[in-house]
């Protein structure tokens, strides 16, 4: 079998199929991205298209997180409690570190955070939020999950973990994050919007089947290469077997006697 391999034909079959089946696995891999941007463009898209609404008409306090609220476009109005301000250290935005500032929006169903904006470093004196009742504007996003290190100093916090703010800001707190894109009392002064993050959309089915039918492809033409070695490889066992038991017979044929009187 191994010998066969080496042979220049089948050397050349191998190098063609290697080839065929890179092609097949990077063309697929290539269907798969096509189909997660697909996905997530829909999503987007799907998100955007939703009205405007009050905070309270799309969730309550404590209600758990759906799926169809990220990204959602929001109004709520409240009055900031600015001596609850956080820092959320280690962010990046656009190439730059620094932390997110977040200040509780307390609202007559309950309070909810708002991420006012990005801002570089950890200073520490942090933007002010405006005073009096506030309307703000933005898209709703989820709460994260506690970050291990060591603890920080107030108000700096490594996380936006709702499950502990629920036991330190007073009140009922929603639980979705508002990620404030304006503010009725004007622009935030020394802050930067932070833009939605990218939503975790599902394939695009159409493309999705595209890549599956690429390695399908691959696939196929590995099972074509191993059936065409293997029927050449048996073609050449039974002719060996043929000549062999053809041999053998021509041995165990008896020699022919000489006639009486024909001349030696």
Not at 130 to 142: A, D, E, N, R
Not at 182 to 199: F, H, I, N, Q, Y
Not at 230 to 239: D, I, K, L, V
Request: negative net charge.
């Amino acid at each position: 079998m191994f010998r066969r391999l080496l042979t220049p034909r089948w050397v050349g079959m191998l190098a063609a199929l290697a080839g065929v089946v890179a092609a097949c696995v990077l063309l697929g891999l290539w269907q798969l991205g096509v189909a997660r941007d697909s996905g997530r463009q829909d999503a987007v898209s799907a998100a955007s298209t939703l009205e405007r609404a009050p905070l309270q008409q799309v969730t309550a306090p404590h209600r758990d997180f759906q799926a169809d609220y990220s990204n959602r476009a929001v109004t709520v109005t409240g009055t900031y409690a600015a001596e609850r301000t956080l820092l959320v250290v280690d962010r990046r935005l656009g190439g730059r570190v620094g932390s997110w500032v977040v200040t509780p929006l307390e609202t007559q169903g309950g309070t909810v955070p708002v991420l006012r904006g990005f801002v570089d470093g950890t200073p520490t004196d942090v933007p002010q939020p405006p005073s009096g009742v506030v309307t703000v504007t933005g898209t709703l996003g989820p709460g994260e999950s506690p970050r291990d290190g060591a603890p920080l100093p107030a108000p700096r916090v490594r996380s936006i973990d709702l499950a502990s703010l629920v036991n330190e800001w007073p009140g009922e707190l929603y639980n979705v994050v508002v990620l404030a894109s304006a503010e009725s009392s004007g622009p935030a002064t020394g802050l930067t919007r932070v833009p939605p993050p990218d939503l975790d959309a599902p394939l695009n089915l159409r493309n999705a089947a595209y890549a599956v039918q690429w390695w399908v492809f691959g696939i196929f033409a590995i099972w074509m290469w191993w059936k065409m070695f293997r029927a050449e490889e048996q073609a050449e066992q039974q002719a060996e077997q043929q000549a062999q038991g053809l041999a053998a017979q021509q041995a165990d044929e008896p020699v022919a006697a000489p006639r009486e009187g024909a001349t030696t």
